[in-house]
């Protein structure tokens, strides 16, 4: 079921697509929070990023090169964990950066702190 989705064998989607390019795009994710660049950047780098890795699936395991669901779901999968860093970096950046305005309201968000000085 997963290789007709996917278009790779079970043990290549978990090494190189999850564990490999996943790495990638939480470091991409991170990287994009960190410089504060607008996050709609991270949709073209995370297709950039499938791409990719359907073309290391390609060339180290003989897996197809053009499979569109395979592509999608593999950019879909990348660009999610990518969001998933770039809100834990941007919440942890404004903590650090503001800590007068913002405190921790868990780990994926801040409030502004109440006025009790």
């Given at each position: 079921m997963l290789e007709a989705v996917t278009g790779q064998s079970l043990g290549v989607?978990?090494?190189?697509?999850l564990i490999?390019?996943?790495?990638?795009?939480?470091?991409?994710?991170?990287?994009i929070a960190r410089t504060w660049r607008p996050i709609w950047q991270i949709v073209?780098?995370?297709l950039l990023l499938g791409a990719a890795d359907r073309f290391m699936s390609y060339?180290?395991?003989?897996?197809p090169l053009l499979h569109?669901?395979?592509f999608l779901v593999c950019s879909a999968i990348l660009i999610g964990l990518a969001l998933l860093a770039h809100r834990i970096a941007r919440t942890n950046k404004?903590?650090?950066?503001?800590?007068?305005?913002?405190?921790?309201?868990?780990?994926?968000?801040v409030r502004e702190r109440s006025g009790g000085a």
């Open positions: 989607f978990i090494g190189l697509t490999l390019s996943g790495a990638a795009a939480m470091a991409m994710g991170r990287a073209p780098y995370g060339a180290l395991f003989q897996e569109l669901s395979g404004l903590l650090s950066q503001y800590p007068w305005l913002y405190e921790r309201a868990g780990p994926f968000a």
